[in-house]
């Protein structure tokens, strides 16, 4: 569990503990179901990650729109619903080059205007090659808090964890021109586990087991 989610959950189940003891435990019931709730929102669980040259979901979620963004570059746009896992990770592996925090509004995170127009961190990590992957936290209608626990400079592993939107999100990876995306629009990804692209003329898996190479090892972080 996320150590957010620890305190939520401590601090109205200890309301609940009180109101209990003076009003009786029906009052308090609303408390203690809300001390669960955040128990199970605030989950981390363990991930497998693939290895080799591809980009990984940031987070949980449906994706709603893959969208060219000019110059050879694609978007791809994660929604988070209130059940889904909210820790994020990064996409790729590399040094974070750039950081920067814009405020906005706080639209509902499927629509596709905010991915321009709500308040988000805008991260940039740049591969040993020199090719950079940038992706955004974007709070939403619910999601006002944006946790990022990185800072420029630091070295990210792709799937490594990098912070968490609180309730109800999205996040957008934008991706350049040697990157083939392997999504789909209505595709349900998972933080870290599922694959968002392939670097372009890289041999894929049937390929390469075809060619008696092994199948790409998974680690788990």
Known sequence: MVRDGIFYA?????AGILISWL????VALPLFLLGAFCAWFFRDPERPIPVGPVAVSPADGKVVAIVPEGDGRTRISIFLNVFDVHVNRSPVSGI?????YQKGKFLVASLEAASSDNEQTIITVRS??????????IAGLI??????TKKQGDFVQAG???????FGSRTDVILGPE??????????????SSILARRAGEIELPLAMKAGLKEPALCQT
Do not use: C, N, Y
């Open 10 to 14: 401590l601090g109205f189940t200890t």
């Open 23 to 26: 009003l009786g435990p029906m």
């Open 96 to 100: 974070i080059t750039d950081f920067a």
């Open 128 to 137: 040993q090659d020199g090719t950079q992957v940038v992706f955004k936290q």
């Open 143 to 148: 999601a006002r808090r944006i946790v990022f």
């Open 160 to 166: 490594e964890r990098v912070g968490l939107i609180k």
């Open 179 to 192: 990157w083939h995306i392997e999504v789909a629009t209505g595709q349900r990804v998972s933080a870290g």
